[in-house]
Nanobody
Framework: QVLLVESGGGLVQPGGSLRLSCAAS????????MGWFRQNPGKERELVAA???????NYADAVKGRFTISRDNAKNTVYLQMNSLKPEDTAVYYC?????????????WGQGTQVTVSS
């Protein structure tokens, strides 16, 4: 129906950078807000950044000044540029999108991509 596929995760040293991407496909009429969340074992999933269909953004305090969210509406893709990475940024990162199928709105999640910041 609707599939979100994340990519770009991996292992990086503190201070390094990664760029995550998430592409949506399937029964899509339009996509509203998109966002990135992250989750560690034993912790709740938390919002990292969100972006509306017209480009307004919102960031968690912990990542402000370091992360940048963007989107390419023509590609149904959202990105997360992560700079100055810290060990505490280590988590599984999930993208989320509000998708209108032509019938109604639903929120969809990607399967997650691991980001590990060490040494």
């Amino acid at each position: 129906q609707v599939l979100l596929v994340e990519s770009g995760g991996g292992l990086v040293q503190p201070g390094g950078s990664l760029r995550l991407s998430c592409a949506a496909s399937g029964s899509i009429f339009s996509i509203g807000a998109m966002g990135w969340f992250r989750q560690n074992p034993g912790k709740e999933r938390e919002l990292v950044a969100a972006i509306t269909s017209f480009g307004s953004t919102n960031y968690a305090d912990a990542v402000k000044g370091r992360f940048t969210i963007s989107r390419d509406n023509a590609k149904n893709t959202v990105y997360l540029q992560m700079n100055s990475l810290k060990p505490e940024d280590t988590a599984v990162y999930y993208c989320n999108a509000r998708v209108y199928s032509g019938i109604g709105y639903n929120y969809y999640w990607g399967q997650g991509t691991q980001v590990t910041v060490s040494s």
